[in-house]
């Protein structure tokens, strides 16, 4: 063999490990966005106080949504920063995850009307009812 196709072959092999691992360290983690989301989440149904639970409501949503989202709320904070572009749009990366599009949709609605009520018992049980559905994404995705 050619000593130039011997240096070709492995530089088109660098350029491959440095591409997989470019797009390893791109992947979200999405494992730990949800762990937030319910964490936030359960907060929020534990939570006392109207703006405490709207906010960790909010993180939960946030979480979800990602700084693209059109409910995003930067002004409460993103929780999720760093873990990934939201869980909707992570999903979407994960082969398994797919199938969870229509759950985490649903926790996406429920936040949102927990969020806009004005009744804390109403704003608890709507988090308690994300973390429940994030809980369904969370263990399917083991």
Not at 117 to 138: F, N, P, R, W, Y
């Amino acid at each position: 063999m050619k000593r130039s196709t011997v240096f070709a072959a492995v530089a088109a092999i660098l350029v491959a490990l440095f591409a997989v691992t470019g797009v390893l360290a791109q992947t979200p983690n999405l494992r730990q966005e949800l762990r937030t989301a319910i964490t936030h989440a359960g907060f929020a149904a534990n939570g006392q106080a109207v703006n405490y639970v709207r906010t960790h409501l909010g993180h939960t949503l946030n979480c979800l949504q990602g700084p693209s989202g059109a409910q995003f709320n930067r002004a409460i904070g993103h929780v999720c920063q760093g873990q990934g572009n939201g869980i909707l749009a992570d999903l979407k990366s994960v082969p398994a995850g797919r199938a969870f599009e229509l759950v985490a949709r649903s926790a996406e609605s429920l936040a949102i009307a927990g969020i806009r009520s004005s009744q804390i018992d109403e704003m608890k049980h709507a988090a308690g009812g994300v973390a429940a559905l994030l809980d369904v994404i969370a263990a399917g995705l083991r």
